[in-house]
């Protein structure tokens, strides 16, 4: 039996059906390494800031309300000799502290480094892009 080359109509369909996928598939691909890069946001904590917040003095070390997407990376450097808060986080003397938030979220807390004690940090953005 000789070959029958397929009809029109599904030769049509198949050319559409791969075009809508990649049209689809190729975007999603590439924006999990393209788009929006990640960014490090890192604070040093000089010696001395504990005396200094005991004292009254305002340092600006970190802002009050930090303002992140997902991939991005806190980096906490604590060079002082007193341990600090910074929401969550204790950062101890000479201690270097990484992190990155998984999930879009939002975190009040306290925070040494400021004389109001506290630190929003919001985290916005979905996996796979902004």
Known sequence: MPFAPPSRRWT????????????????????????????????VIPAGTADRVAAGEEVRIIPEDLKMRLRDRLVLINEDSETHQVASILIGSGE???????????????????????????VEGTVGGE
């Open 96 to 122: 270097r502290v990484e992190t990155k938030f998984s999930e879009a979220i939002t975190v009040n807390g306290f925070c040494s480094l400021h004389p109001s004690g506290q630190i929003n940090i919001s």
């Open 12 to 43: 049509t369909a198949l050319v559409f059906a791969i075009a809508a996928a990649f049209i689809v598939v190729v975007p999603l691909t590439l924006s999990q390494f393209v788009g929006t890069r990640a960014e490090t946001y890192a604070f």
